[in-house]
């Protein structure tokens, strides 16, 4: 069984930065995407990035519209391990933020084509 454990959340002022962490363990994820989502109260789970695996084919990154050019997704095969670097953050940008294991053939943005996630880690921006 995978487990995805997420850290690296806090209270941060708008402007600031964050980097998430998300670590596999249970076996290497290397042939899967990895994607990131997040909720707020009172809205939907969204994705905000995702990172092609090994096994997949075609664009390597996805960024949702409203965190591109501030976000990055990266990951190290070796640790088994996703990150997150959250640059210039928004109130808009306080939430939930989720790990999770996406599909093998490559990337997706869709909630549904992941399995297995992390119990989420508080991002809360504030002056």
């Known amino acids: 069984q995978v487990h995805l454990v997420e850290s690296g959340g806090g209270l941060v002022q708008p402007g600031g930065s964050l980097r998430l962490s998300c670590v596999a363990s249970?076996?290497?994820?290397?042939?899967?995407?990895m994607g990131w989502f997040r909720q707020a109260p009172g809205k939907e789970r969204e994705c905000v990035a995702s990172i092609r695996g090994t096994g997949g084919s075609g664009s390597n990154t996805y960024y949702r519209g409203t965190v591109k050019g501030r976000f990055s997704i990266s990951r190290d095969f070796a640790r088994n391990t996703v990150l997150l670097e959250m640059n210039n953050l928004m109130p808009e940008d306080a939430a939930v933020y989720y790990c999770?294991?996406?599909?093998?053939?490559?990337?997706?943005?869709?909630?549904?084509?992941?399995?297995?996630w992390g119990p989420g880690t508080q991002v809360t921006v504030s002056s």
């Open positions: 249970g076996g290497s994820l290397a042939l899967y995407a």
């Open positions: 999770a294991v996406g599909p093998a053939w490559g990337l997706s943005s869709v909630e549904r084509d992941y399995t297995d």
